[in-house]
């Protein structure tokens, strides 16, 4: 099938630009994202009027949404999941995985590795995101104290060779005992390692880095507190500019001045913005789950019975729009943040994050580039 996208400015996460343009795809892969020629025959014309063409957004850490958590999922599950997350403008996600028995990971990751593969009108699940079991008690959040374990590089191997040819990445407490062997062992596997629920010091955040750790876990959260004689994980985050700094744009996780500061202290190309959702994103208030543990939904608020932040009911596009009001962030610097940082992140950017050739005909549709908000969304170059 080939489609031709006529008269949109056409979004370039190189160029940090839109650019007047047309786009080619054909079956579903973009051919050309500037493209000159004459209508190919037999081409689906979509007239964009002006309209602005961005890369579908990337998500990778999101653990659910629609009612669906991924620590319980079978294949319906998955199939509404995939659904869901395409016609919020977030078109690949890693499943997340919190803290679970590892027979209860297992049968989850059977699930995604069975209906992962890239379909029309439904995003791609690219991969799977394992927060869970190697986290530090002392920065549990909403993880269940008897789901956390000692970094075991054995197990860990033995879990991650199940999940292989699926890209993954592993969020740990890398400063507790064996963290050095636990890092190094998931990166010789092929996962990207990023540093999670920790209680880290800045000299601890930083030796992690050297042993592999290339991400800093929804930063702010779960952490050690910033103090200016132990600056800890958070300042290691937004200091170490080789890594990637996340951030839960929803102005609960995180105070829209330290989004902010983080802005201004990161090097653009490596914040990544994530939702860290669980099932009562897009849903209405009301009692929930998060890796079978009780959530209580209140005006949007997920928290644990301690009263503890337990995920989000964000969605990406909205984290995106609250990144640029928090920043002063204009939409053709804040939309990286949102697509091809997060896909650089975890090692799939080959395949989607940008609208250059070779990636997937994921599209997003806007109509006001300062005031944003999604009108069509097409996954493999056919709309939702």
Same mark, same amino acid.
């Given at each position: 099938?080939?489609?031709?996208?006529?008269?949109?400015?056409?979004?370039?996460?190189?160029?940090?630009?839109?650019?007047?343009?047309?786009?080619?795809?054909?079956?579903?892969?973009?051919?050309?994202?500037?493209?000159?020629?004459?209508?190919?025959?037999?081409?689906?014309?979509?007239?964009?009027?002006?309209?602005?063409?961005?890369?579908?957004?990337?998500?990778?850490?999101?653990?659910?949404?629609?009612?669906?958590?991924?620590?319980?999922?079978?294949? =319906?599950?998955?199939?509404?999941?995939?659904?869901?997350?395409?016609?919020?403008?977030?078109?690949?996600?890693?499943?997340?995985?919190?803290?679970?028995?590892? =027979?209860?990971?297992?049968?989850?990751?059977?699930?995604?590795?069975?209906?992962?593969?890239?379909?029309?009108?439904?995003?791609?699940?690219?991969?799977?995101?394992?927060?869970? %079991?190697?986290?530090?008690?002392? %920065?549990?959040?909403?993880?269940?104290?008897?789901?956390?374990?000692?970094?075991?590089?054995?197990?860990?191997?033995?879990?991650?060779?199940?999940?292989?040819?699926?890209?993954?990445?592993?969020?740990?407490?890398?400063?507790?005992?064996?963290?050095?062997?636990?890092?190094?062992?998931?990166?010789?596997?092929?996962?990207?390692?990023?540093?999670?629920?920790?209680?880290?010091? #800045?000299?601890?955040?930083?030796?992690?880095?050297? #042993?592999?750790?290339?991400?800093?876990?929804?930063?702010?959260?779960?952490?050690?507190?910033?103090?200016? %004689?132990?600056?800890?994980?958070?300042?290691?985050?937004?200091?170490? =500019?080789?890594?990637?700094?996340?951030?839960?744009?929803?102005?609960?996780?995180?105070?829209?001045?330290?989004?902010?500061?983080?802005?201004?202290?990161?090097?653009?190309?490596?914040?990544?913005?994530?939702?860290?959702?669980?099932?009562?994103?897009?849903?209405?208030?009301?009692?929930?789950?998060?890796?079978?543990?009780?959530?209580?939904?209140?005006?949007?608020?997920?928290?644990?019975?301690?009263?503890?932040?337990?995920?989000?009911?964000?969605?990406?596009?909205?984290?995106?729009?609250?990144?640029?009001?928090?920043?002063?962030?204009?939409?053709?610097?804040?939309?990286?943040?949102?697509?091809?940082?997060?896909?650089?992140?975890?090692?799939?950017?080959?395949?989607?994050?940008?609208?250059?050739?070779?990636? %997937?005909? =994921?599209?997003?549709?806007?109509?006001?580039?300062?005031?944003?908000?999604?009108?069509?969304? #097409?996954?493999?170059?056919?709309?939702?």
């Amino acid at each position: 099938m080939t489609v031709l996208f006529k008269n949109g400015f056409v979004y370039s996460n190189t160029e940090r630009a839109f650019a007047r343009a047309d786009l080619l795809s054909e079956d579903g892969i973009v051919v050309d994202p500037a493209y000159t020629g004459e209508i190919p025959e037999g081409a689906e014309i979509v007239d964009c009027a002006g309209r602005y063409l961005l890369p579908g957004l990337v998500d990778v850490h999101t653990h659910g949404r629609s009612g669906f958590d991924f620590n319980s999922v079978d294949a =319906d599950a998955v199939t509404a999941l995939r659904k869901s997350y395409a016609k919020a403008g977030t078109t690949t996600l890693m499943a997340t995985l919190a803290s679970a028995t590892m =027979d209860s990971l297992e049968n989850s990751i059977r699930y995604i590795g069975e209906n992962r593969a890239s379909e029309p009108g439904k995003a791609t699940l690219a991969g799977v995101h394992l927060e869970g %079991r190697y986290l530090n008690p002392k %920065r549990r959040g909403a993880h269940a104290t008897e789901l956390l374990f000692p970094l075991d590089a054995a197990e860990l191997e033995g879990l991650v060779r199940k999940m292989l040819p699926l890209p993954i990445h592993v969020s740990c407490a890398a400063e507790m005992e064996g963290g050095e062997t636990f890092v190094k062992t998931a990166v010789r596997l092929g996962a990207t390692v990023g540093m999670a629920h920790s209680d880290a010091t #800045w000299d601890e955040a930083r030796r992690a880095v050297e #042993w592999g750790v290339t991400s800093f876990t929804h930063t702010f959260n779960a952490m050690k507190p910033v103090h200016h %004689r132990e600056p800890g994980n958070a300042i290691a985050s937004l200091m170490t =500019d080789e890594a990637y700094t996340e951030l839960i744009c929803d102005g609960e996780h995180v105070h829209p001045a330290m989004i902010a500061l983080a802005s201004r202290a990161k090097p653009k190309d490596r914040l990544v913005l994530i939702t860290d959702s669980m099932e009562a994103a897009a849903m209405p208030d009301g009692e929930y789950g998060i890796a079978g543990l009780p959530v209580i939904v209140k005006n949007g608020r997920a928290v644990n019975s301690d009263g503890a932040l337990a995920g989000s009911t964000l969605d990406l596009f909205k984290g995106l729009t609250n990144f640029m009001k928090f920043t002063g962030t204009a939409l053709e610097d804040a939309l990286p943040c949102a697509t091809s940082n997060p896909a650089k992140m975890v090692g799939i950017d080959a395949s989607c994050g940008s609208l250059e050739a070779g990636r %997937r005909a =994921d599209i997003v549709m806007i109509t006001d580039k300062t005031d944003p908000s999604i009108e069509s969304v #097409w996954v493999l170059g056919e709309r939702i």
